[in-house]
Structure formats: structure tokens, C-alpha cells
């Protein structure tokens, strides 16, 4: 919003018969009236400069409103532009009274207001808000409500200062409330993406249902003749670690639908114990064509009691991480907007889920494989993945996106700065440079059988202990901070077009040719496409790939 106030404005205004009317001159004059040695009356000039005053009042509270979102202090800015407008009108003033003793008055006048400004800006305490003097005056209930309450003050009180600091700390007041809304509709934001949809929560329990009366949806996944795919080494292997049915549903028909030889697929679908019996019905009952299909469930993997025990350390250890942030956000004035989205991300409950931390196990998990595709469940495949497979790693054990679409080494808020806190003196002694960019979970390649001649799980484990004796004071929550330290030197650059991430944030910065391009788009953040409060821009993607017309999701009235 561009200001800007015109002099000639102001002398058309004066040269009017209203202007004449308010100097009481009946259409003459005034110059002429006051004659050459007469003195000039305070009062029309101090008249002028009252109906001037509210006219700027209102547009810098416009103004003021509408920065908030721009400016860290909208107030200072309002000040530094009132007086420049100030200074306008006694341009004016001084022109239309072209008399020795006017310029004296619009001198005076000039410099009272313009110290009374300068006052209520400098004076009082002045707290992070930038709120000068606003407590003391919420206490005697000085501050206006309403622009109609402030003239109704500036008609009862004189006080040229009293008026530009109750103006001041009108302003204040209204951008505090601004900042006030804005945080609370940013925490409601979040807690939304925290929540389950009571429909996906009904698909689920009808599937479960089903599991249990239906024979066909217990049957053998995957049929007899194809069990043989599972671990052959010559198929296309896709790994997925989720417990949610249908965004599982999603990524596997969108790779079907975009695959050039779908019969080489092979998904290994890995959910906990309460969800495998719908993520299996379905599967069983929505048969998938051409390509493999697998779903298995944590307590059907027969692990040692070493590995039991190491897994319940790790994600003791998340949790402790997880609640340690918690808290420290709670005391950083977690309820007064001190907290940036950023932070709010990460108390994600992925940040503290098993299926989410266990992809550090995946030579555990597979011990049969060699190659695999790691795929977030949040992920819309658009294009042919079949190349994935067969891009060279460098000796590296995985393949990742590292640079964003802006270029080489670009990679706005996901420098390892972003991730670790490097005033801890471990860091020192670690070779990990804070301005590398971290590589992305989401669409990932991985070397198996390379992996497994690594000590990279074991690095994990050492950088958990790292973080428990630093008190939990090392990284942020979440499954990637120790894997970029356990990975380190271990992953291979893949172009920036086969992922595309960030598209679950509120105000994703994407293009058509950018999201056309992708191979896979992945929405990341908190506003997933099966939540309300994801982009309706581009749910589209996601939802193209719902089998709306399936009797279970037409009886949870899920819709597109």
C-alpha cells in the first residue's frame, strides 16, 4: 500500500468555500482581511492542523495493520512516516500564511507536535513487543477503543502529546492483537495436523471389521506363485513404512499408474500390529494388478533380543529428545507467540514413531534384498520411477536429493545449521561442516548389501548417546538429524527432479513447470492431502489416485 499526500490537495481544500467558512471569513480573504502589520489568530491554524491530524491517524492505522505481517514494528514505521507527512502540511500551512509572524506560529507548532512524536516514541519501558507504555495506560484504561473514542479525547483534552502517545499506543495495542490472532490461528493450524480424521478413522475400524468376517480379505498376501518376487533381486523393490492405509493406498496406485513395467513392482509394506489387519484387508480385497504386494506387521518379525533391546533404547531416547524441546518451548513463552512455525513442526508426533525411526533398520528389516526404494507415505509419484533403480551411487550407500530447484548448494532451511546445535563442543570434534545441506527423507535409493559392510547403524546408536549426555541438546526432534550424522560421506546427489518437497507447508512456494516436472511431489509438513487443512490447490494430486467408488470409503464419506 503505497501513501502519498498531495500539497495542491491541501489548497483546494483551503481555497474552498468550507475553508473560507472555517476561517469565519464569509468568502474573503484571509490574507487580505488579516491585513499587512495585524497578527493572525492561532485558532484557524491550530483548527487546520486538528482536522489534518485524525485524517493521518487513520491512514497510518491502515497502513500499520497491513504491515504487520512485513514489518518486526509497524509502530516505528508509522512515527517515521507521520512526521514526514507532518512536515507536508506545515509546507502548506507556511504557504497559504505568507506572514513573518505565521511562519513563527508553524514553526512552534511544527516543533511541538514533532517533539510530542519524538517523546512518546524514546519515553517508557519498552518491552520486546515494542509496546511503549501500554501497561501503564491498560491499567488506568486510558487507551481509546475506537477512533471515535480518540477524537472525542482530543476534543476534551488540548495536549498535543497526550494525543500522539495515545495514538501510539493505540496502534500498539491493535498490532499486539494482530500478532495475538495470528499466533493462536498458526497453533490451531498445528494442533489440526496433529489429529486423525474421524473417516479415516472409520475406514480403518470397517476394514478391521471386515478382516475379521471376511476369508478373502485374510488371504495370503502375496499369492503363492509370487512369493518367489520377494526377494529376488532382479525386481523392483518398494519399501513403505506407514500406518496409514489410505495414503499407503495413494503412493502404490500413483507408481502403478505412472510405472512403465508395473509387473516388475514389488511393494514390501511394513505397518504396526493395531493396523495390519485393515492395511491388509485391503489389499487383499482391492486386488493389485500386474505388481507384488506385501504387508507385514512388526510383530511378525522374529528379531533378536539384542535388536529388541537396542530398538526400545532408540526410541526411549526420541521420546526423551521429543519432551526435552517440548519443554523448552514452554519456557521460551510457548503461549505469548514466541514460537515460530518452524519449532511447532517439529513436535510432529512422526517425530516420536517407531515406523518412522525404523528405516535406520532397513538391512534388518530386508535381509534378502539388495537394492530398494524408500517412500514416505505422503508422496504422489507422477512420473516412470523404473531409472531409480538403476542410477549409480558412487560406491555410496544411498541416493538423495540434496540441492532444492534453486540450484547448486541451494537449499533454504536445510543447512546443518538448521538441524544441530554446533555450540555443543562434540561438534568440534566432528567432521561436519554447518553450512552443507542436509539430503531429504522422502524419495530415497538405497544400497542394501553396501550398507550392510558399513557401521552405519552403529554410528546412529553413538550419536543417540551423544545427544543423551548432552541432555537432549543436540538436534531437534525427528528421524533425519541423526541419520544426516550417521550418513555422512554415504550419500550419493540425485537430481533435484525426481523429488519435490515441501508442499504440505501453509503457503508452499511452488510453480506448474516445477510441480509438472517432479517425479515425485512430496507433501511434507503438517497439512497432509487427506486433511481439511492441506492445499486445495493441490489436493488434486492426491486425489486423483482415491478410488472414491470403493465401497469403504464411500461409507466413511470421504470425498474428493
Known amino acids: 500500500m503505497k501513501l502519498c499526500t498531495s500539497a495542491a490537495g491541501f489548497k483546494r481544500f483551503a481555497a474552498s468555500g468550507v475553508g473560507r467558512r472555517l476561517w469565519g471569513m464569509k468568502g474573503k480573504n484571509p490574507l487580505a482581511a ?14 487546520l492542523v486538528g482536522l489534518l491530524l485524525p485524517f493521518l491517524f487513520v491512514r497510518a492505522a491502515l497502513l500499520a495493520l497491513e504491515s504487520a505481517a512485513l514489518c518486526s514494528s509497524p509502530i516505528v514505521f508509522y512515527f517515521q512516516w507521520a512526521n514526514v507527512q507532518t512536515n507536508r502540511v506545515f ?17 512552534k507548532l511544527r516543533e511541538e507536535l514533532s517533539m510530542a512524536l519524538l517523546e512518546t516514541t524514546t519515553s517508557g519501558d519498552e518491552n520486546n513487543d515494542g509496546r511503549v507504555g501500554i501497561a501503564r ?3 488506568s484504561n486510558s487507551i481509546p477503543l475506537s477512533f471515535e473514542d480518540l477524537i472525542k479525547d482530543m476534543a476534551l483534552n ?11 499506543a493505540m496502534i500498539a495495542r491493535l498490532e499486539h492483537t494482530v500478532k495475538e490472532a495470528k499466533w493462536h490461528e498458526s497453533l490451531y493450524w498445528h494442533l489440526a495436523a496433529h489429529g486423525i480424521p474421524k473417516t479415516l478413522h472409520c475406514l480403518s475400524l470397517n476394514l478391521a471389521e471386515e478382516y475379521a468376517v ?18 529376488d533381486s532382479s525386481f523392483h523393490h518398494v519399501v ?21 513395467n508395473p509387473e516388475k513392482l514389488v511393494f514390501h509394506i511394513v505397518t504396526d500390529k493395531k493396523t495390519y489387519p485393515s492395511m491388509h484387508a485391503w489389499f487383499a480385497i482391492n486386488t493389485v494388478y500386474s505388481a507384488v504386494v506385501e504387508v507385514k506387521g512388526l510383530h511378525q518379525y522374529d528379531w533378536s533380543h539384542e535388536v ?42 512422526s517425530s516420536i514413531s517407531l515406523l518412522n525411526h525404523l528405516r535406520i533398520y532397513l538391512p534388518v528389516l530386508f535381509p534378502d534384498l539388495d537394492k530398494v526404494v524408500l517412500l514416505d507415505d505422503d508422496v504422489v509419484v507422477q512420473h516412470d520411477l523404473s531409472s531409480l533403480w538403476d542410477l549409480d551411487l558412487n560406491q555410496k550407500v544411498a541416493g538423495a536429493v540434496v540441492d532444492s530447484w534453486c540450484g547448486p548448494d541451494c537449499c533454504p532451511g536445510r543447512k546443518y545449521k538448521d538441524y544441530f546445535n554446533f555450540m555443543d563442543p562434540i561438534f568440534s570434534s566432528a567432521d561436519v561442516n554447518p553450512d552443507s545441506c542436509g539430503w531429504l527423507y522422502g524419495v530415497n535409493i538405497f544400497d542394501l548389501g553396501r550398507w550392510r559392510k558399513t557401521n552405519i547403524i552403529e554410528v546412529y546408536h553413538q550419536w543417540l548417546k551423544h545427544s543423551l549426555n548432552s541432555g537432549f541438546e543436540l538436534w531437534h526432534p525427528g528421524a533425519l538429524p541423526p541419520a544426516l550424522l550417521a550418513f555422512e560421506k554415504h550419500v550419493q546427489r540425485i537430481d533435484p527432479s525426481w523429488h519435490l518437497a515441501g508442499l504440505g507447508y501453509r503457503y508452499p512456494e511452488t510453480d506448474k513447470q516445477m510441480l509438472e516436472a517432479a517425479a515425485v511431489v512430496h507433501f511434507s509438513g503438517p497439512a497432509k ?32
Request: charged share 25%; hydrophobic share 40%; net charge positive.
Open 34 to 47: 488579516a491585513g499587512g502589520g495585524r497578527r493572525l489568530s492561532h485558532r484557524p491554524a491550530r483548527l
Open 91 to 107: 509546507v502548506v500551512l507556511q504557504r497559504y500564511f505568507a506572514h513573518d509572524n505565521a511562519v513563527v506560529l508553524v514553526k
Open 137 to 139: 495506560l491498560e491499567s
Open 158 to 168: 488540548k495536549d498535543i502529546k497526550a494525543f500522539a502517545f495515545k495514538t501510539k
Open 214 to 231: 471376511n476369508a478373502a480379505a485374510r488371504s495370503r498376501l502375496p499369492q503363492p506363485q509370487y512369493i518367489y518376487r520377494l526377494t
Open 240 to 260: 513403505l513404512l506407514s500406518d496409514n492405509l489410505l495414503a499407503v493406498s495413494v503412493v502404490v496406485s500413483s507408481i502403478i499408474k505412472t510405472s512403465s
Open 308 to 349: 529388541n533391546v537396542v530398538v526400545k533404547e532408540m526410541l526411549e531416547i526420541h521420546h526423551q529428545i521429543w519432551s526435552r524441546y517440548y519443554r523448552s518451548l514452554k519456557m521460551e513463552n510457548f503461549e505469548q507467540g514466541k514460537v515460530k512455525d518452524r519449532n511447532l513442526d517439529a513436535l510432529s508426533t
Open 529 to 560: 492431502p487427506w486433511l481439511d487443512i492441506g492445499s486445495s490447490a493441490l489436493r488434486g494430486l492426491w486425489n486423483k489416485h482415491v478410488n472414491f467408488s470403493n465401497e469403504h470409503i464411500r461409507r466413511c464419506g470421504i470425498t474428493g
